[in-house]
Antibody, heavy 121, light 108 residues
Framework: QVQLVESGGGVVQPGRSLRLSCAASGFTFSNYAMHWVRQAPGKGLQWVAVTSYDGDNKYYADSVKGRFTISRDNSKNTVYLQLNSLRPEDTAVYYCAKAPTQSQRGYFDYWGQGTLVTVSS | EIVLTQSPGTLSLSPGERATLSCRAS???????LAWYQQKPGQAPRLLIS???SRATGIPDRFSGSGSGTDFTLTISGLEPEDFAVYYC?????????FGGGTKVEIK
């Protein structure tokens, strides 16, 4: 069965960095695009970033462009999100989510349990 | 950017009743590239519907999706206790992918 397990969240000061990881299992990881989606406390869902199945193409929400970097290691079945120059408004649960195909433009058929990032001084 | 507006914000219903949730897009969503998710407190979202009307694996047939263009609907034909949750629509027509603000279905 498909499993996505995020890690790396925590409390960090504004302006600092954090790297999130998402370990995948139960499917052929290298065949699918992977996304990060976040949810601020008590708020709705916001798409953050996507990487193509081979890592060659990456797209970001405008709110994180230039500060966040998505990457993947297909040999480790893991997708990452590097969060730099963090702001209080980046406080959220960060979910990794699997795409149903290789395409970066799609919906999310499986989700991890999420990891909480809190940006506060 | 396609903006999705969900209504109502909250739906108060009793078990067994029919729930009708609306998702309206600011521009036409081509090829019905619209999905619906269910989220319960403390849990990750779960995919219910893709392609506006195709149920995901394991989703009961009391959940159905319909619509096209700018107007989409999620219908729950008879609410079960486990269906009380927040529901989100999401388009995947173009970048950026966006979600609606959600509809909370609560017990009346």
């Amino acid at each position: 069965q498909v499993q996505l397990v995020e890690s790396g969240g925590g409390v960090v000061q504004p302006g600092r960095s954090l790297r999130l990881s998402c370990a995948a299992s139960g499917f052929t990881f290298s065949n699918y695009a992977m996304h990060w989606v976040r949810q601020a406390p008590g708020k709705g869902l916001q798409w953050v970033a996507v990487t193509s199945y081979d890592g060659d193409n990456k797209y970001y929400a405008d709110s994180v462009k230039g500060r966040f970097t998505i990457s993947r290691d297909n040999s480790k079945n893991t997708v990452y999100l590097q969060l730099n120059s963090l702001r209080p408004e980046d406080t959220a649960v960060y979910y990794c989510a699997k795409a149903p195909t290789q395409s970066q433009r799609g919906y999310f058929d499986y989700w991890g349990q999420g990891t909480l990032v809190t940006v506060s001084s | 950017e396609i903006v999705l507006t969900q209504s109502p914000g909250t739906l108060s219903l009793s078990p067994g009743e029919r729930a009708t949730l609306s998702c309206r897009a600011s521009q036409s969503v081509s090829s019905n590239y619209l999905a619906w998710y269910q989220q319960k407190p403390g849990q990750a979202p779960r995919l219910l519907i893709s392609g506006a009307s195709s149920r995901a694996t394991g989703i009961p047939d009391r959940f159905s999706g319909s619509g096209s263009g700018t107007d989409f609907t999620l219908t729950i034909s008879g609410l079960e206790p486990e269906d009380f949750a927040v529901y989100y629509c999401q388009h995947y027509d173009s970048s950026p992918l966006t979600f609606g603000g959600g509809t909370k279905v609560e017990i009346k």
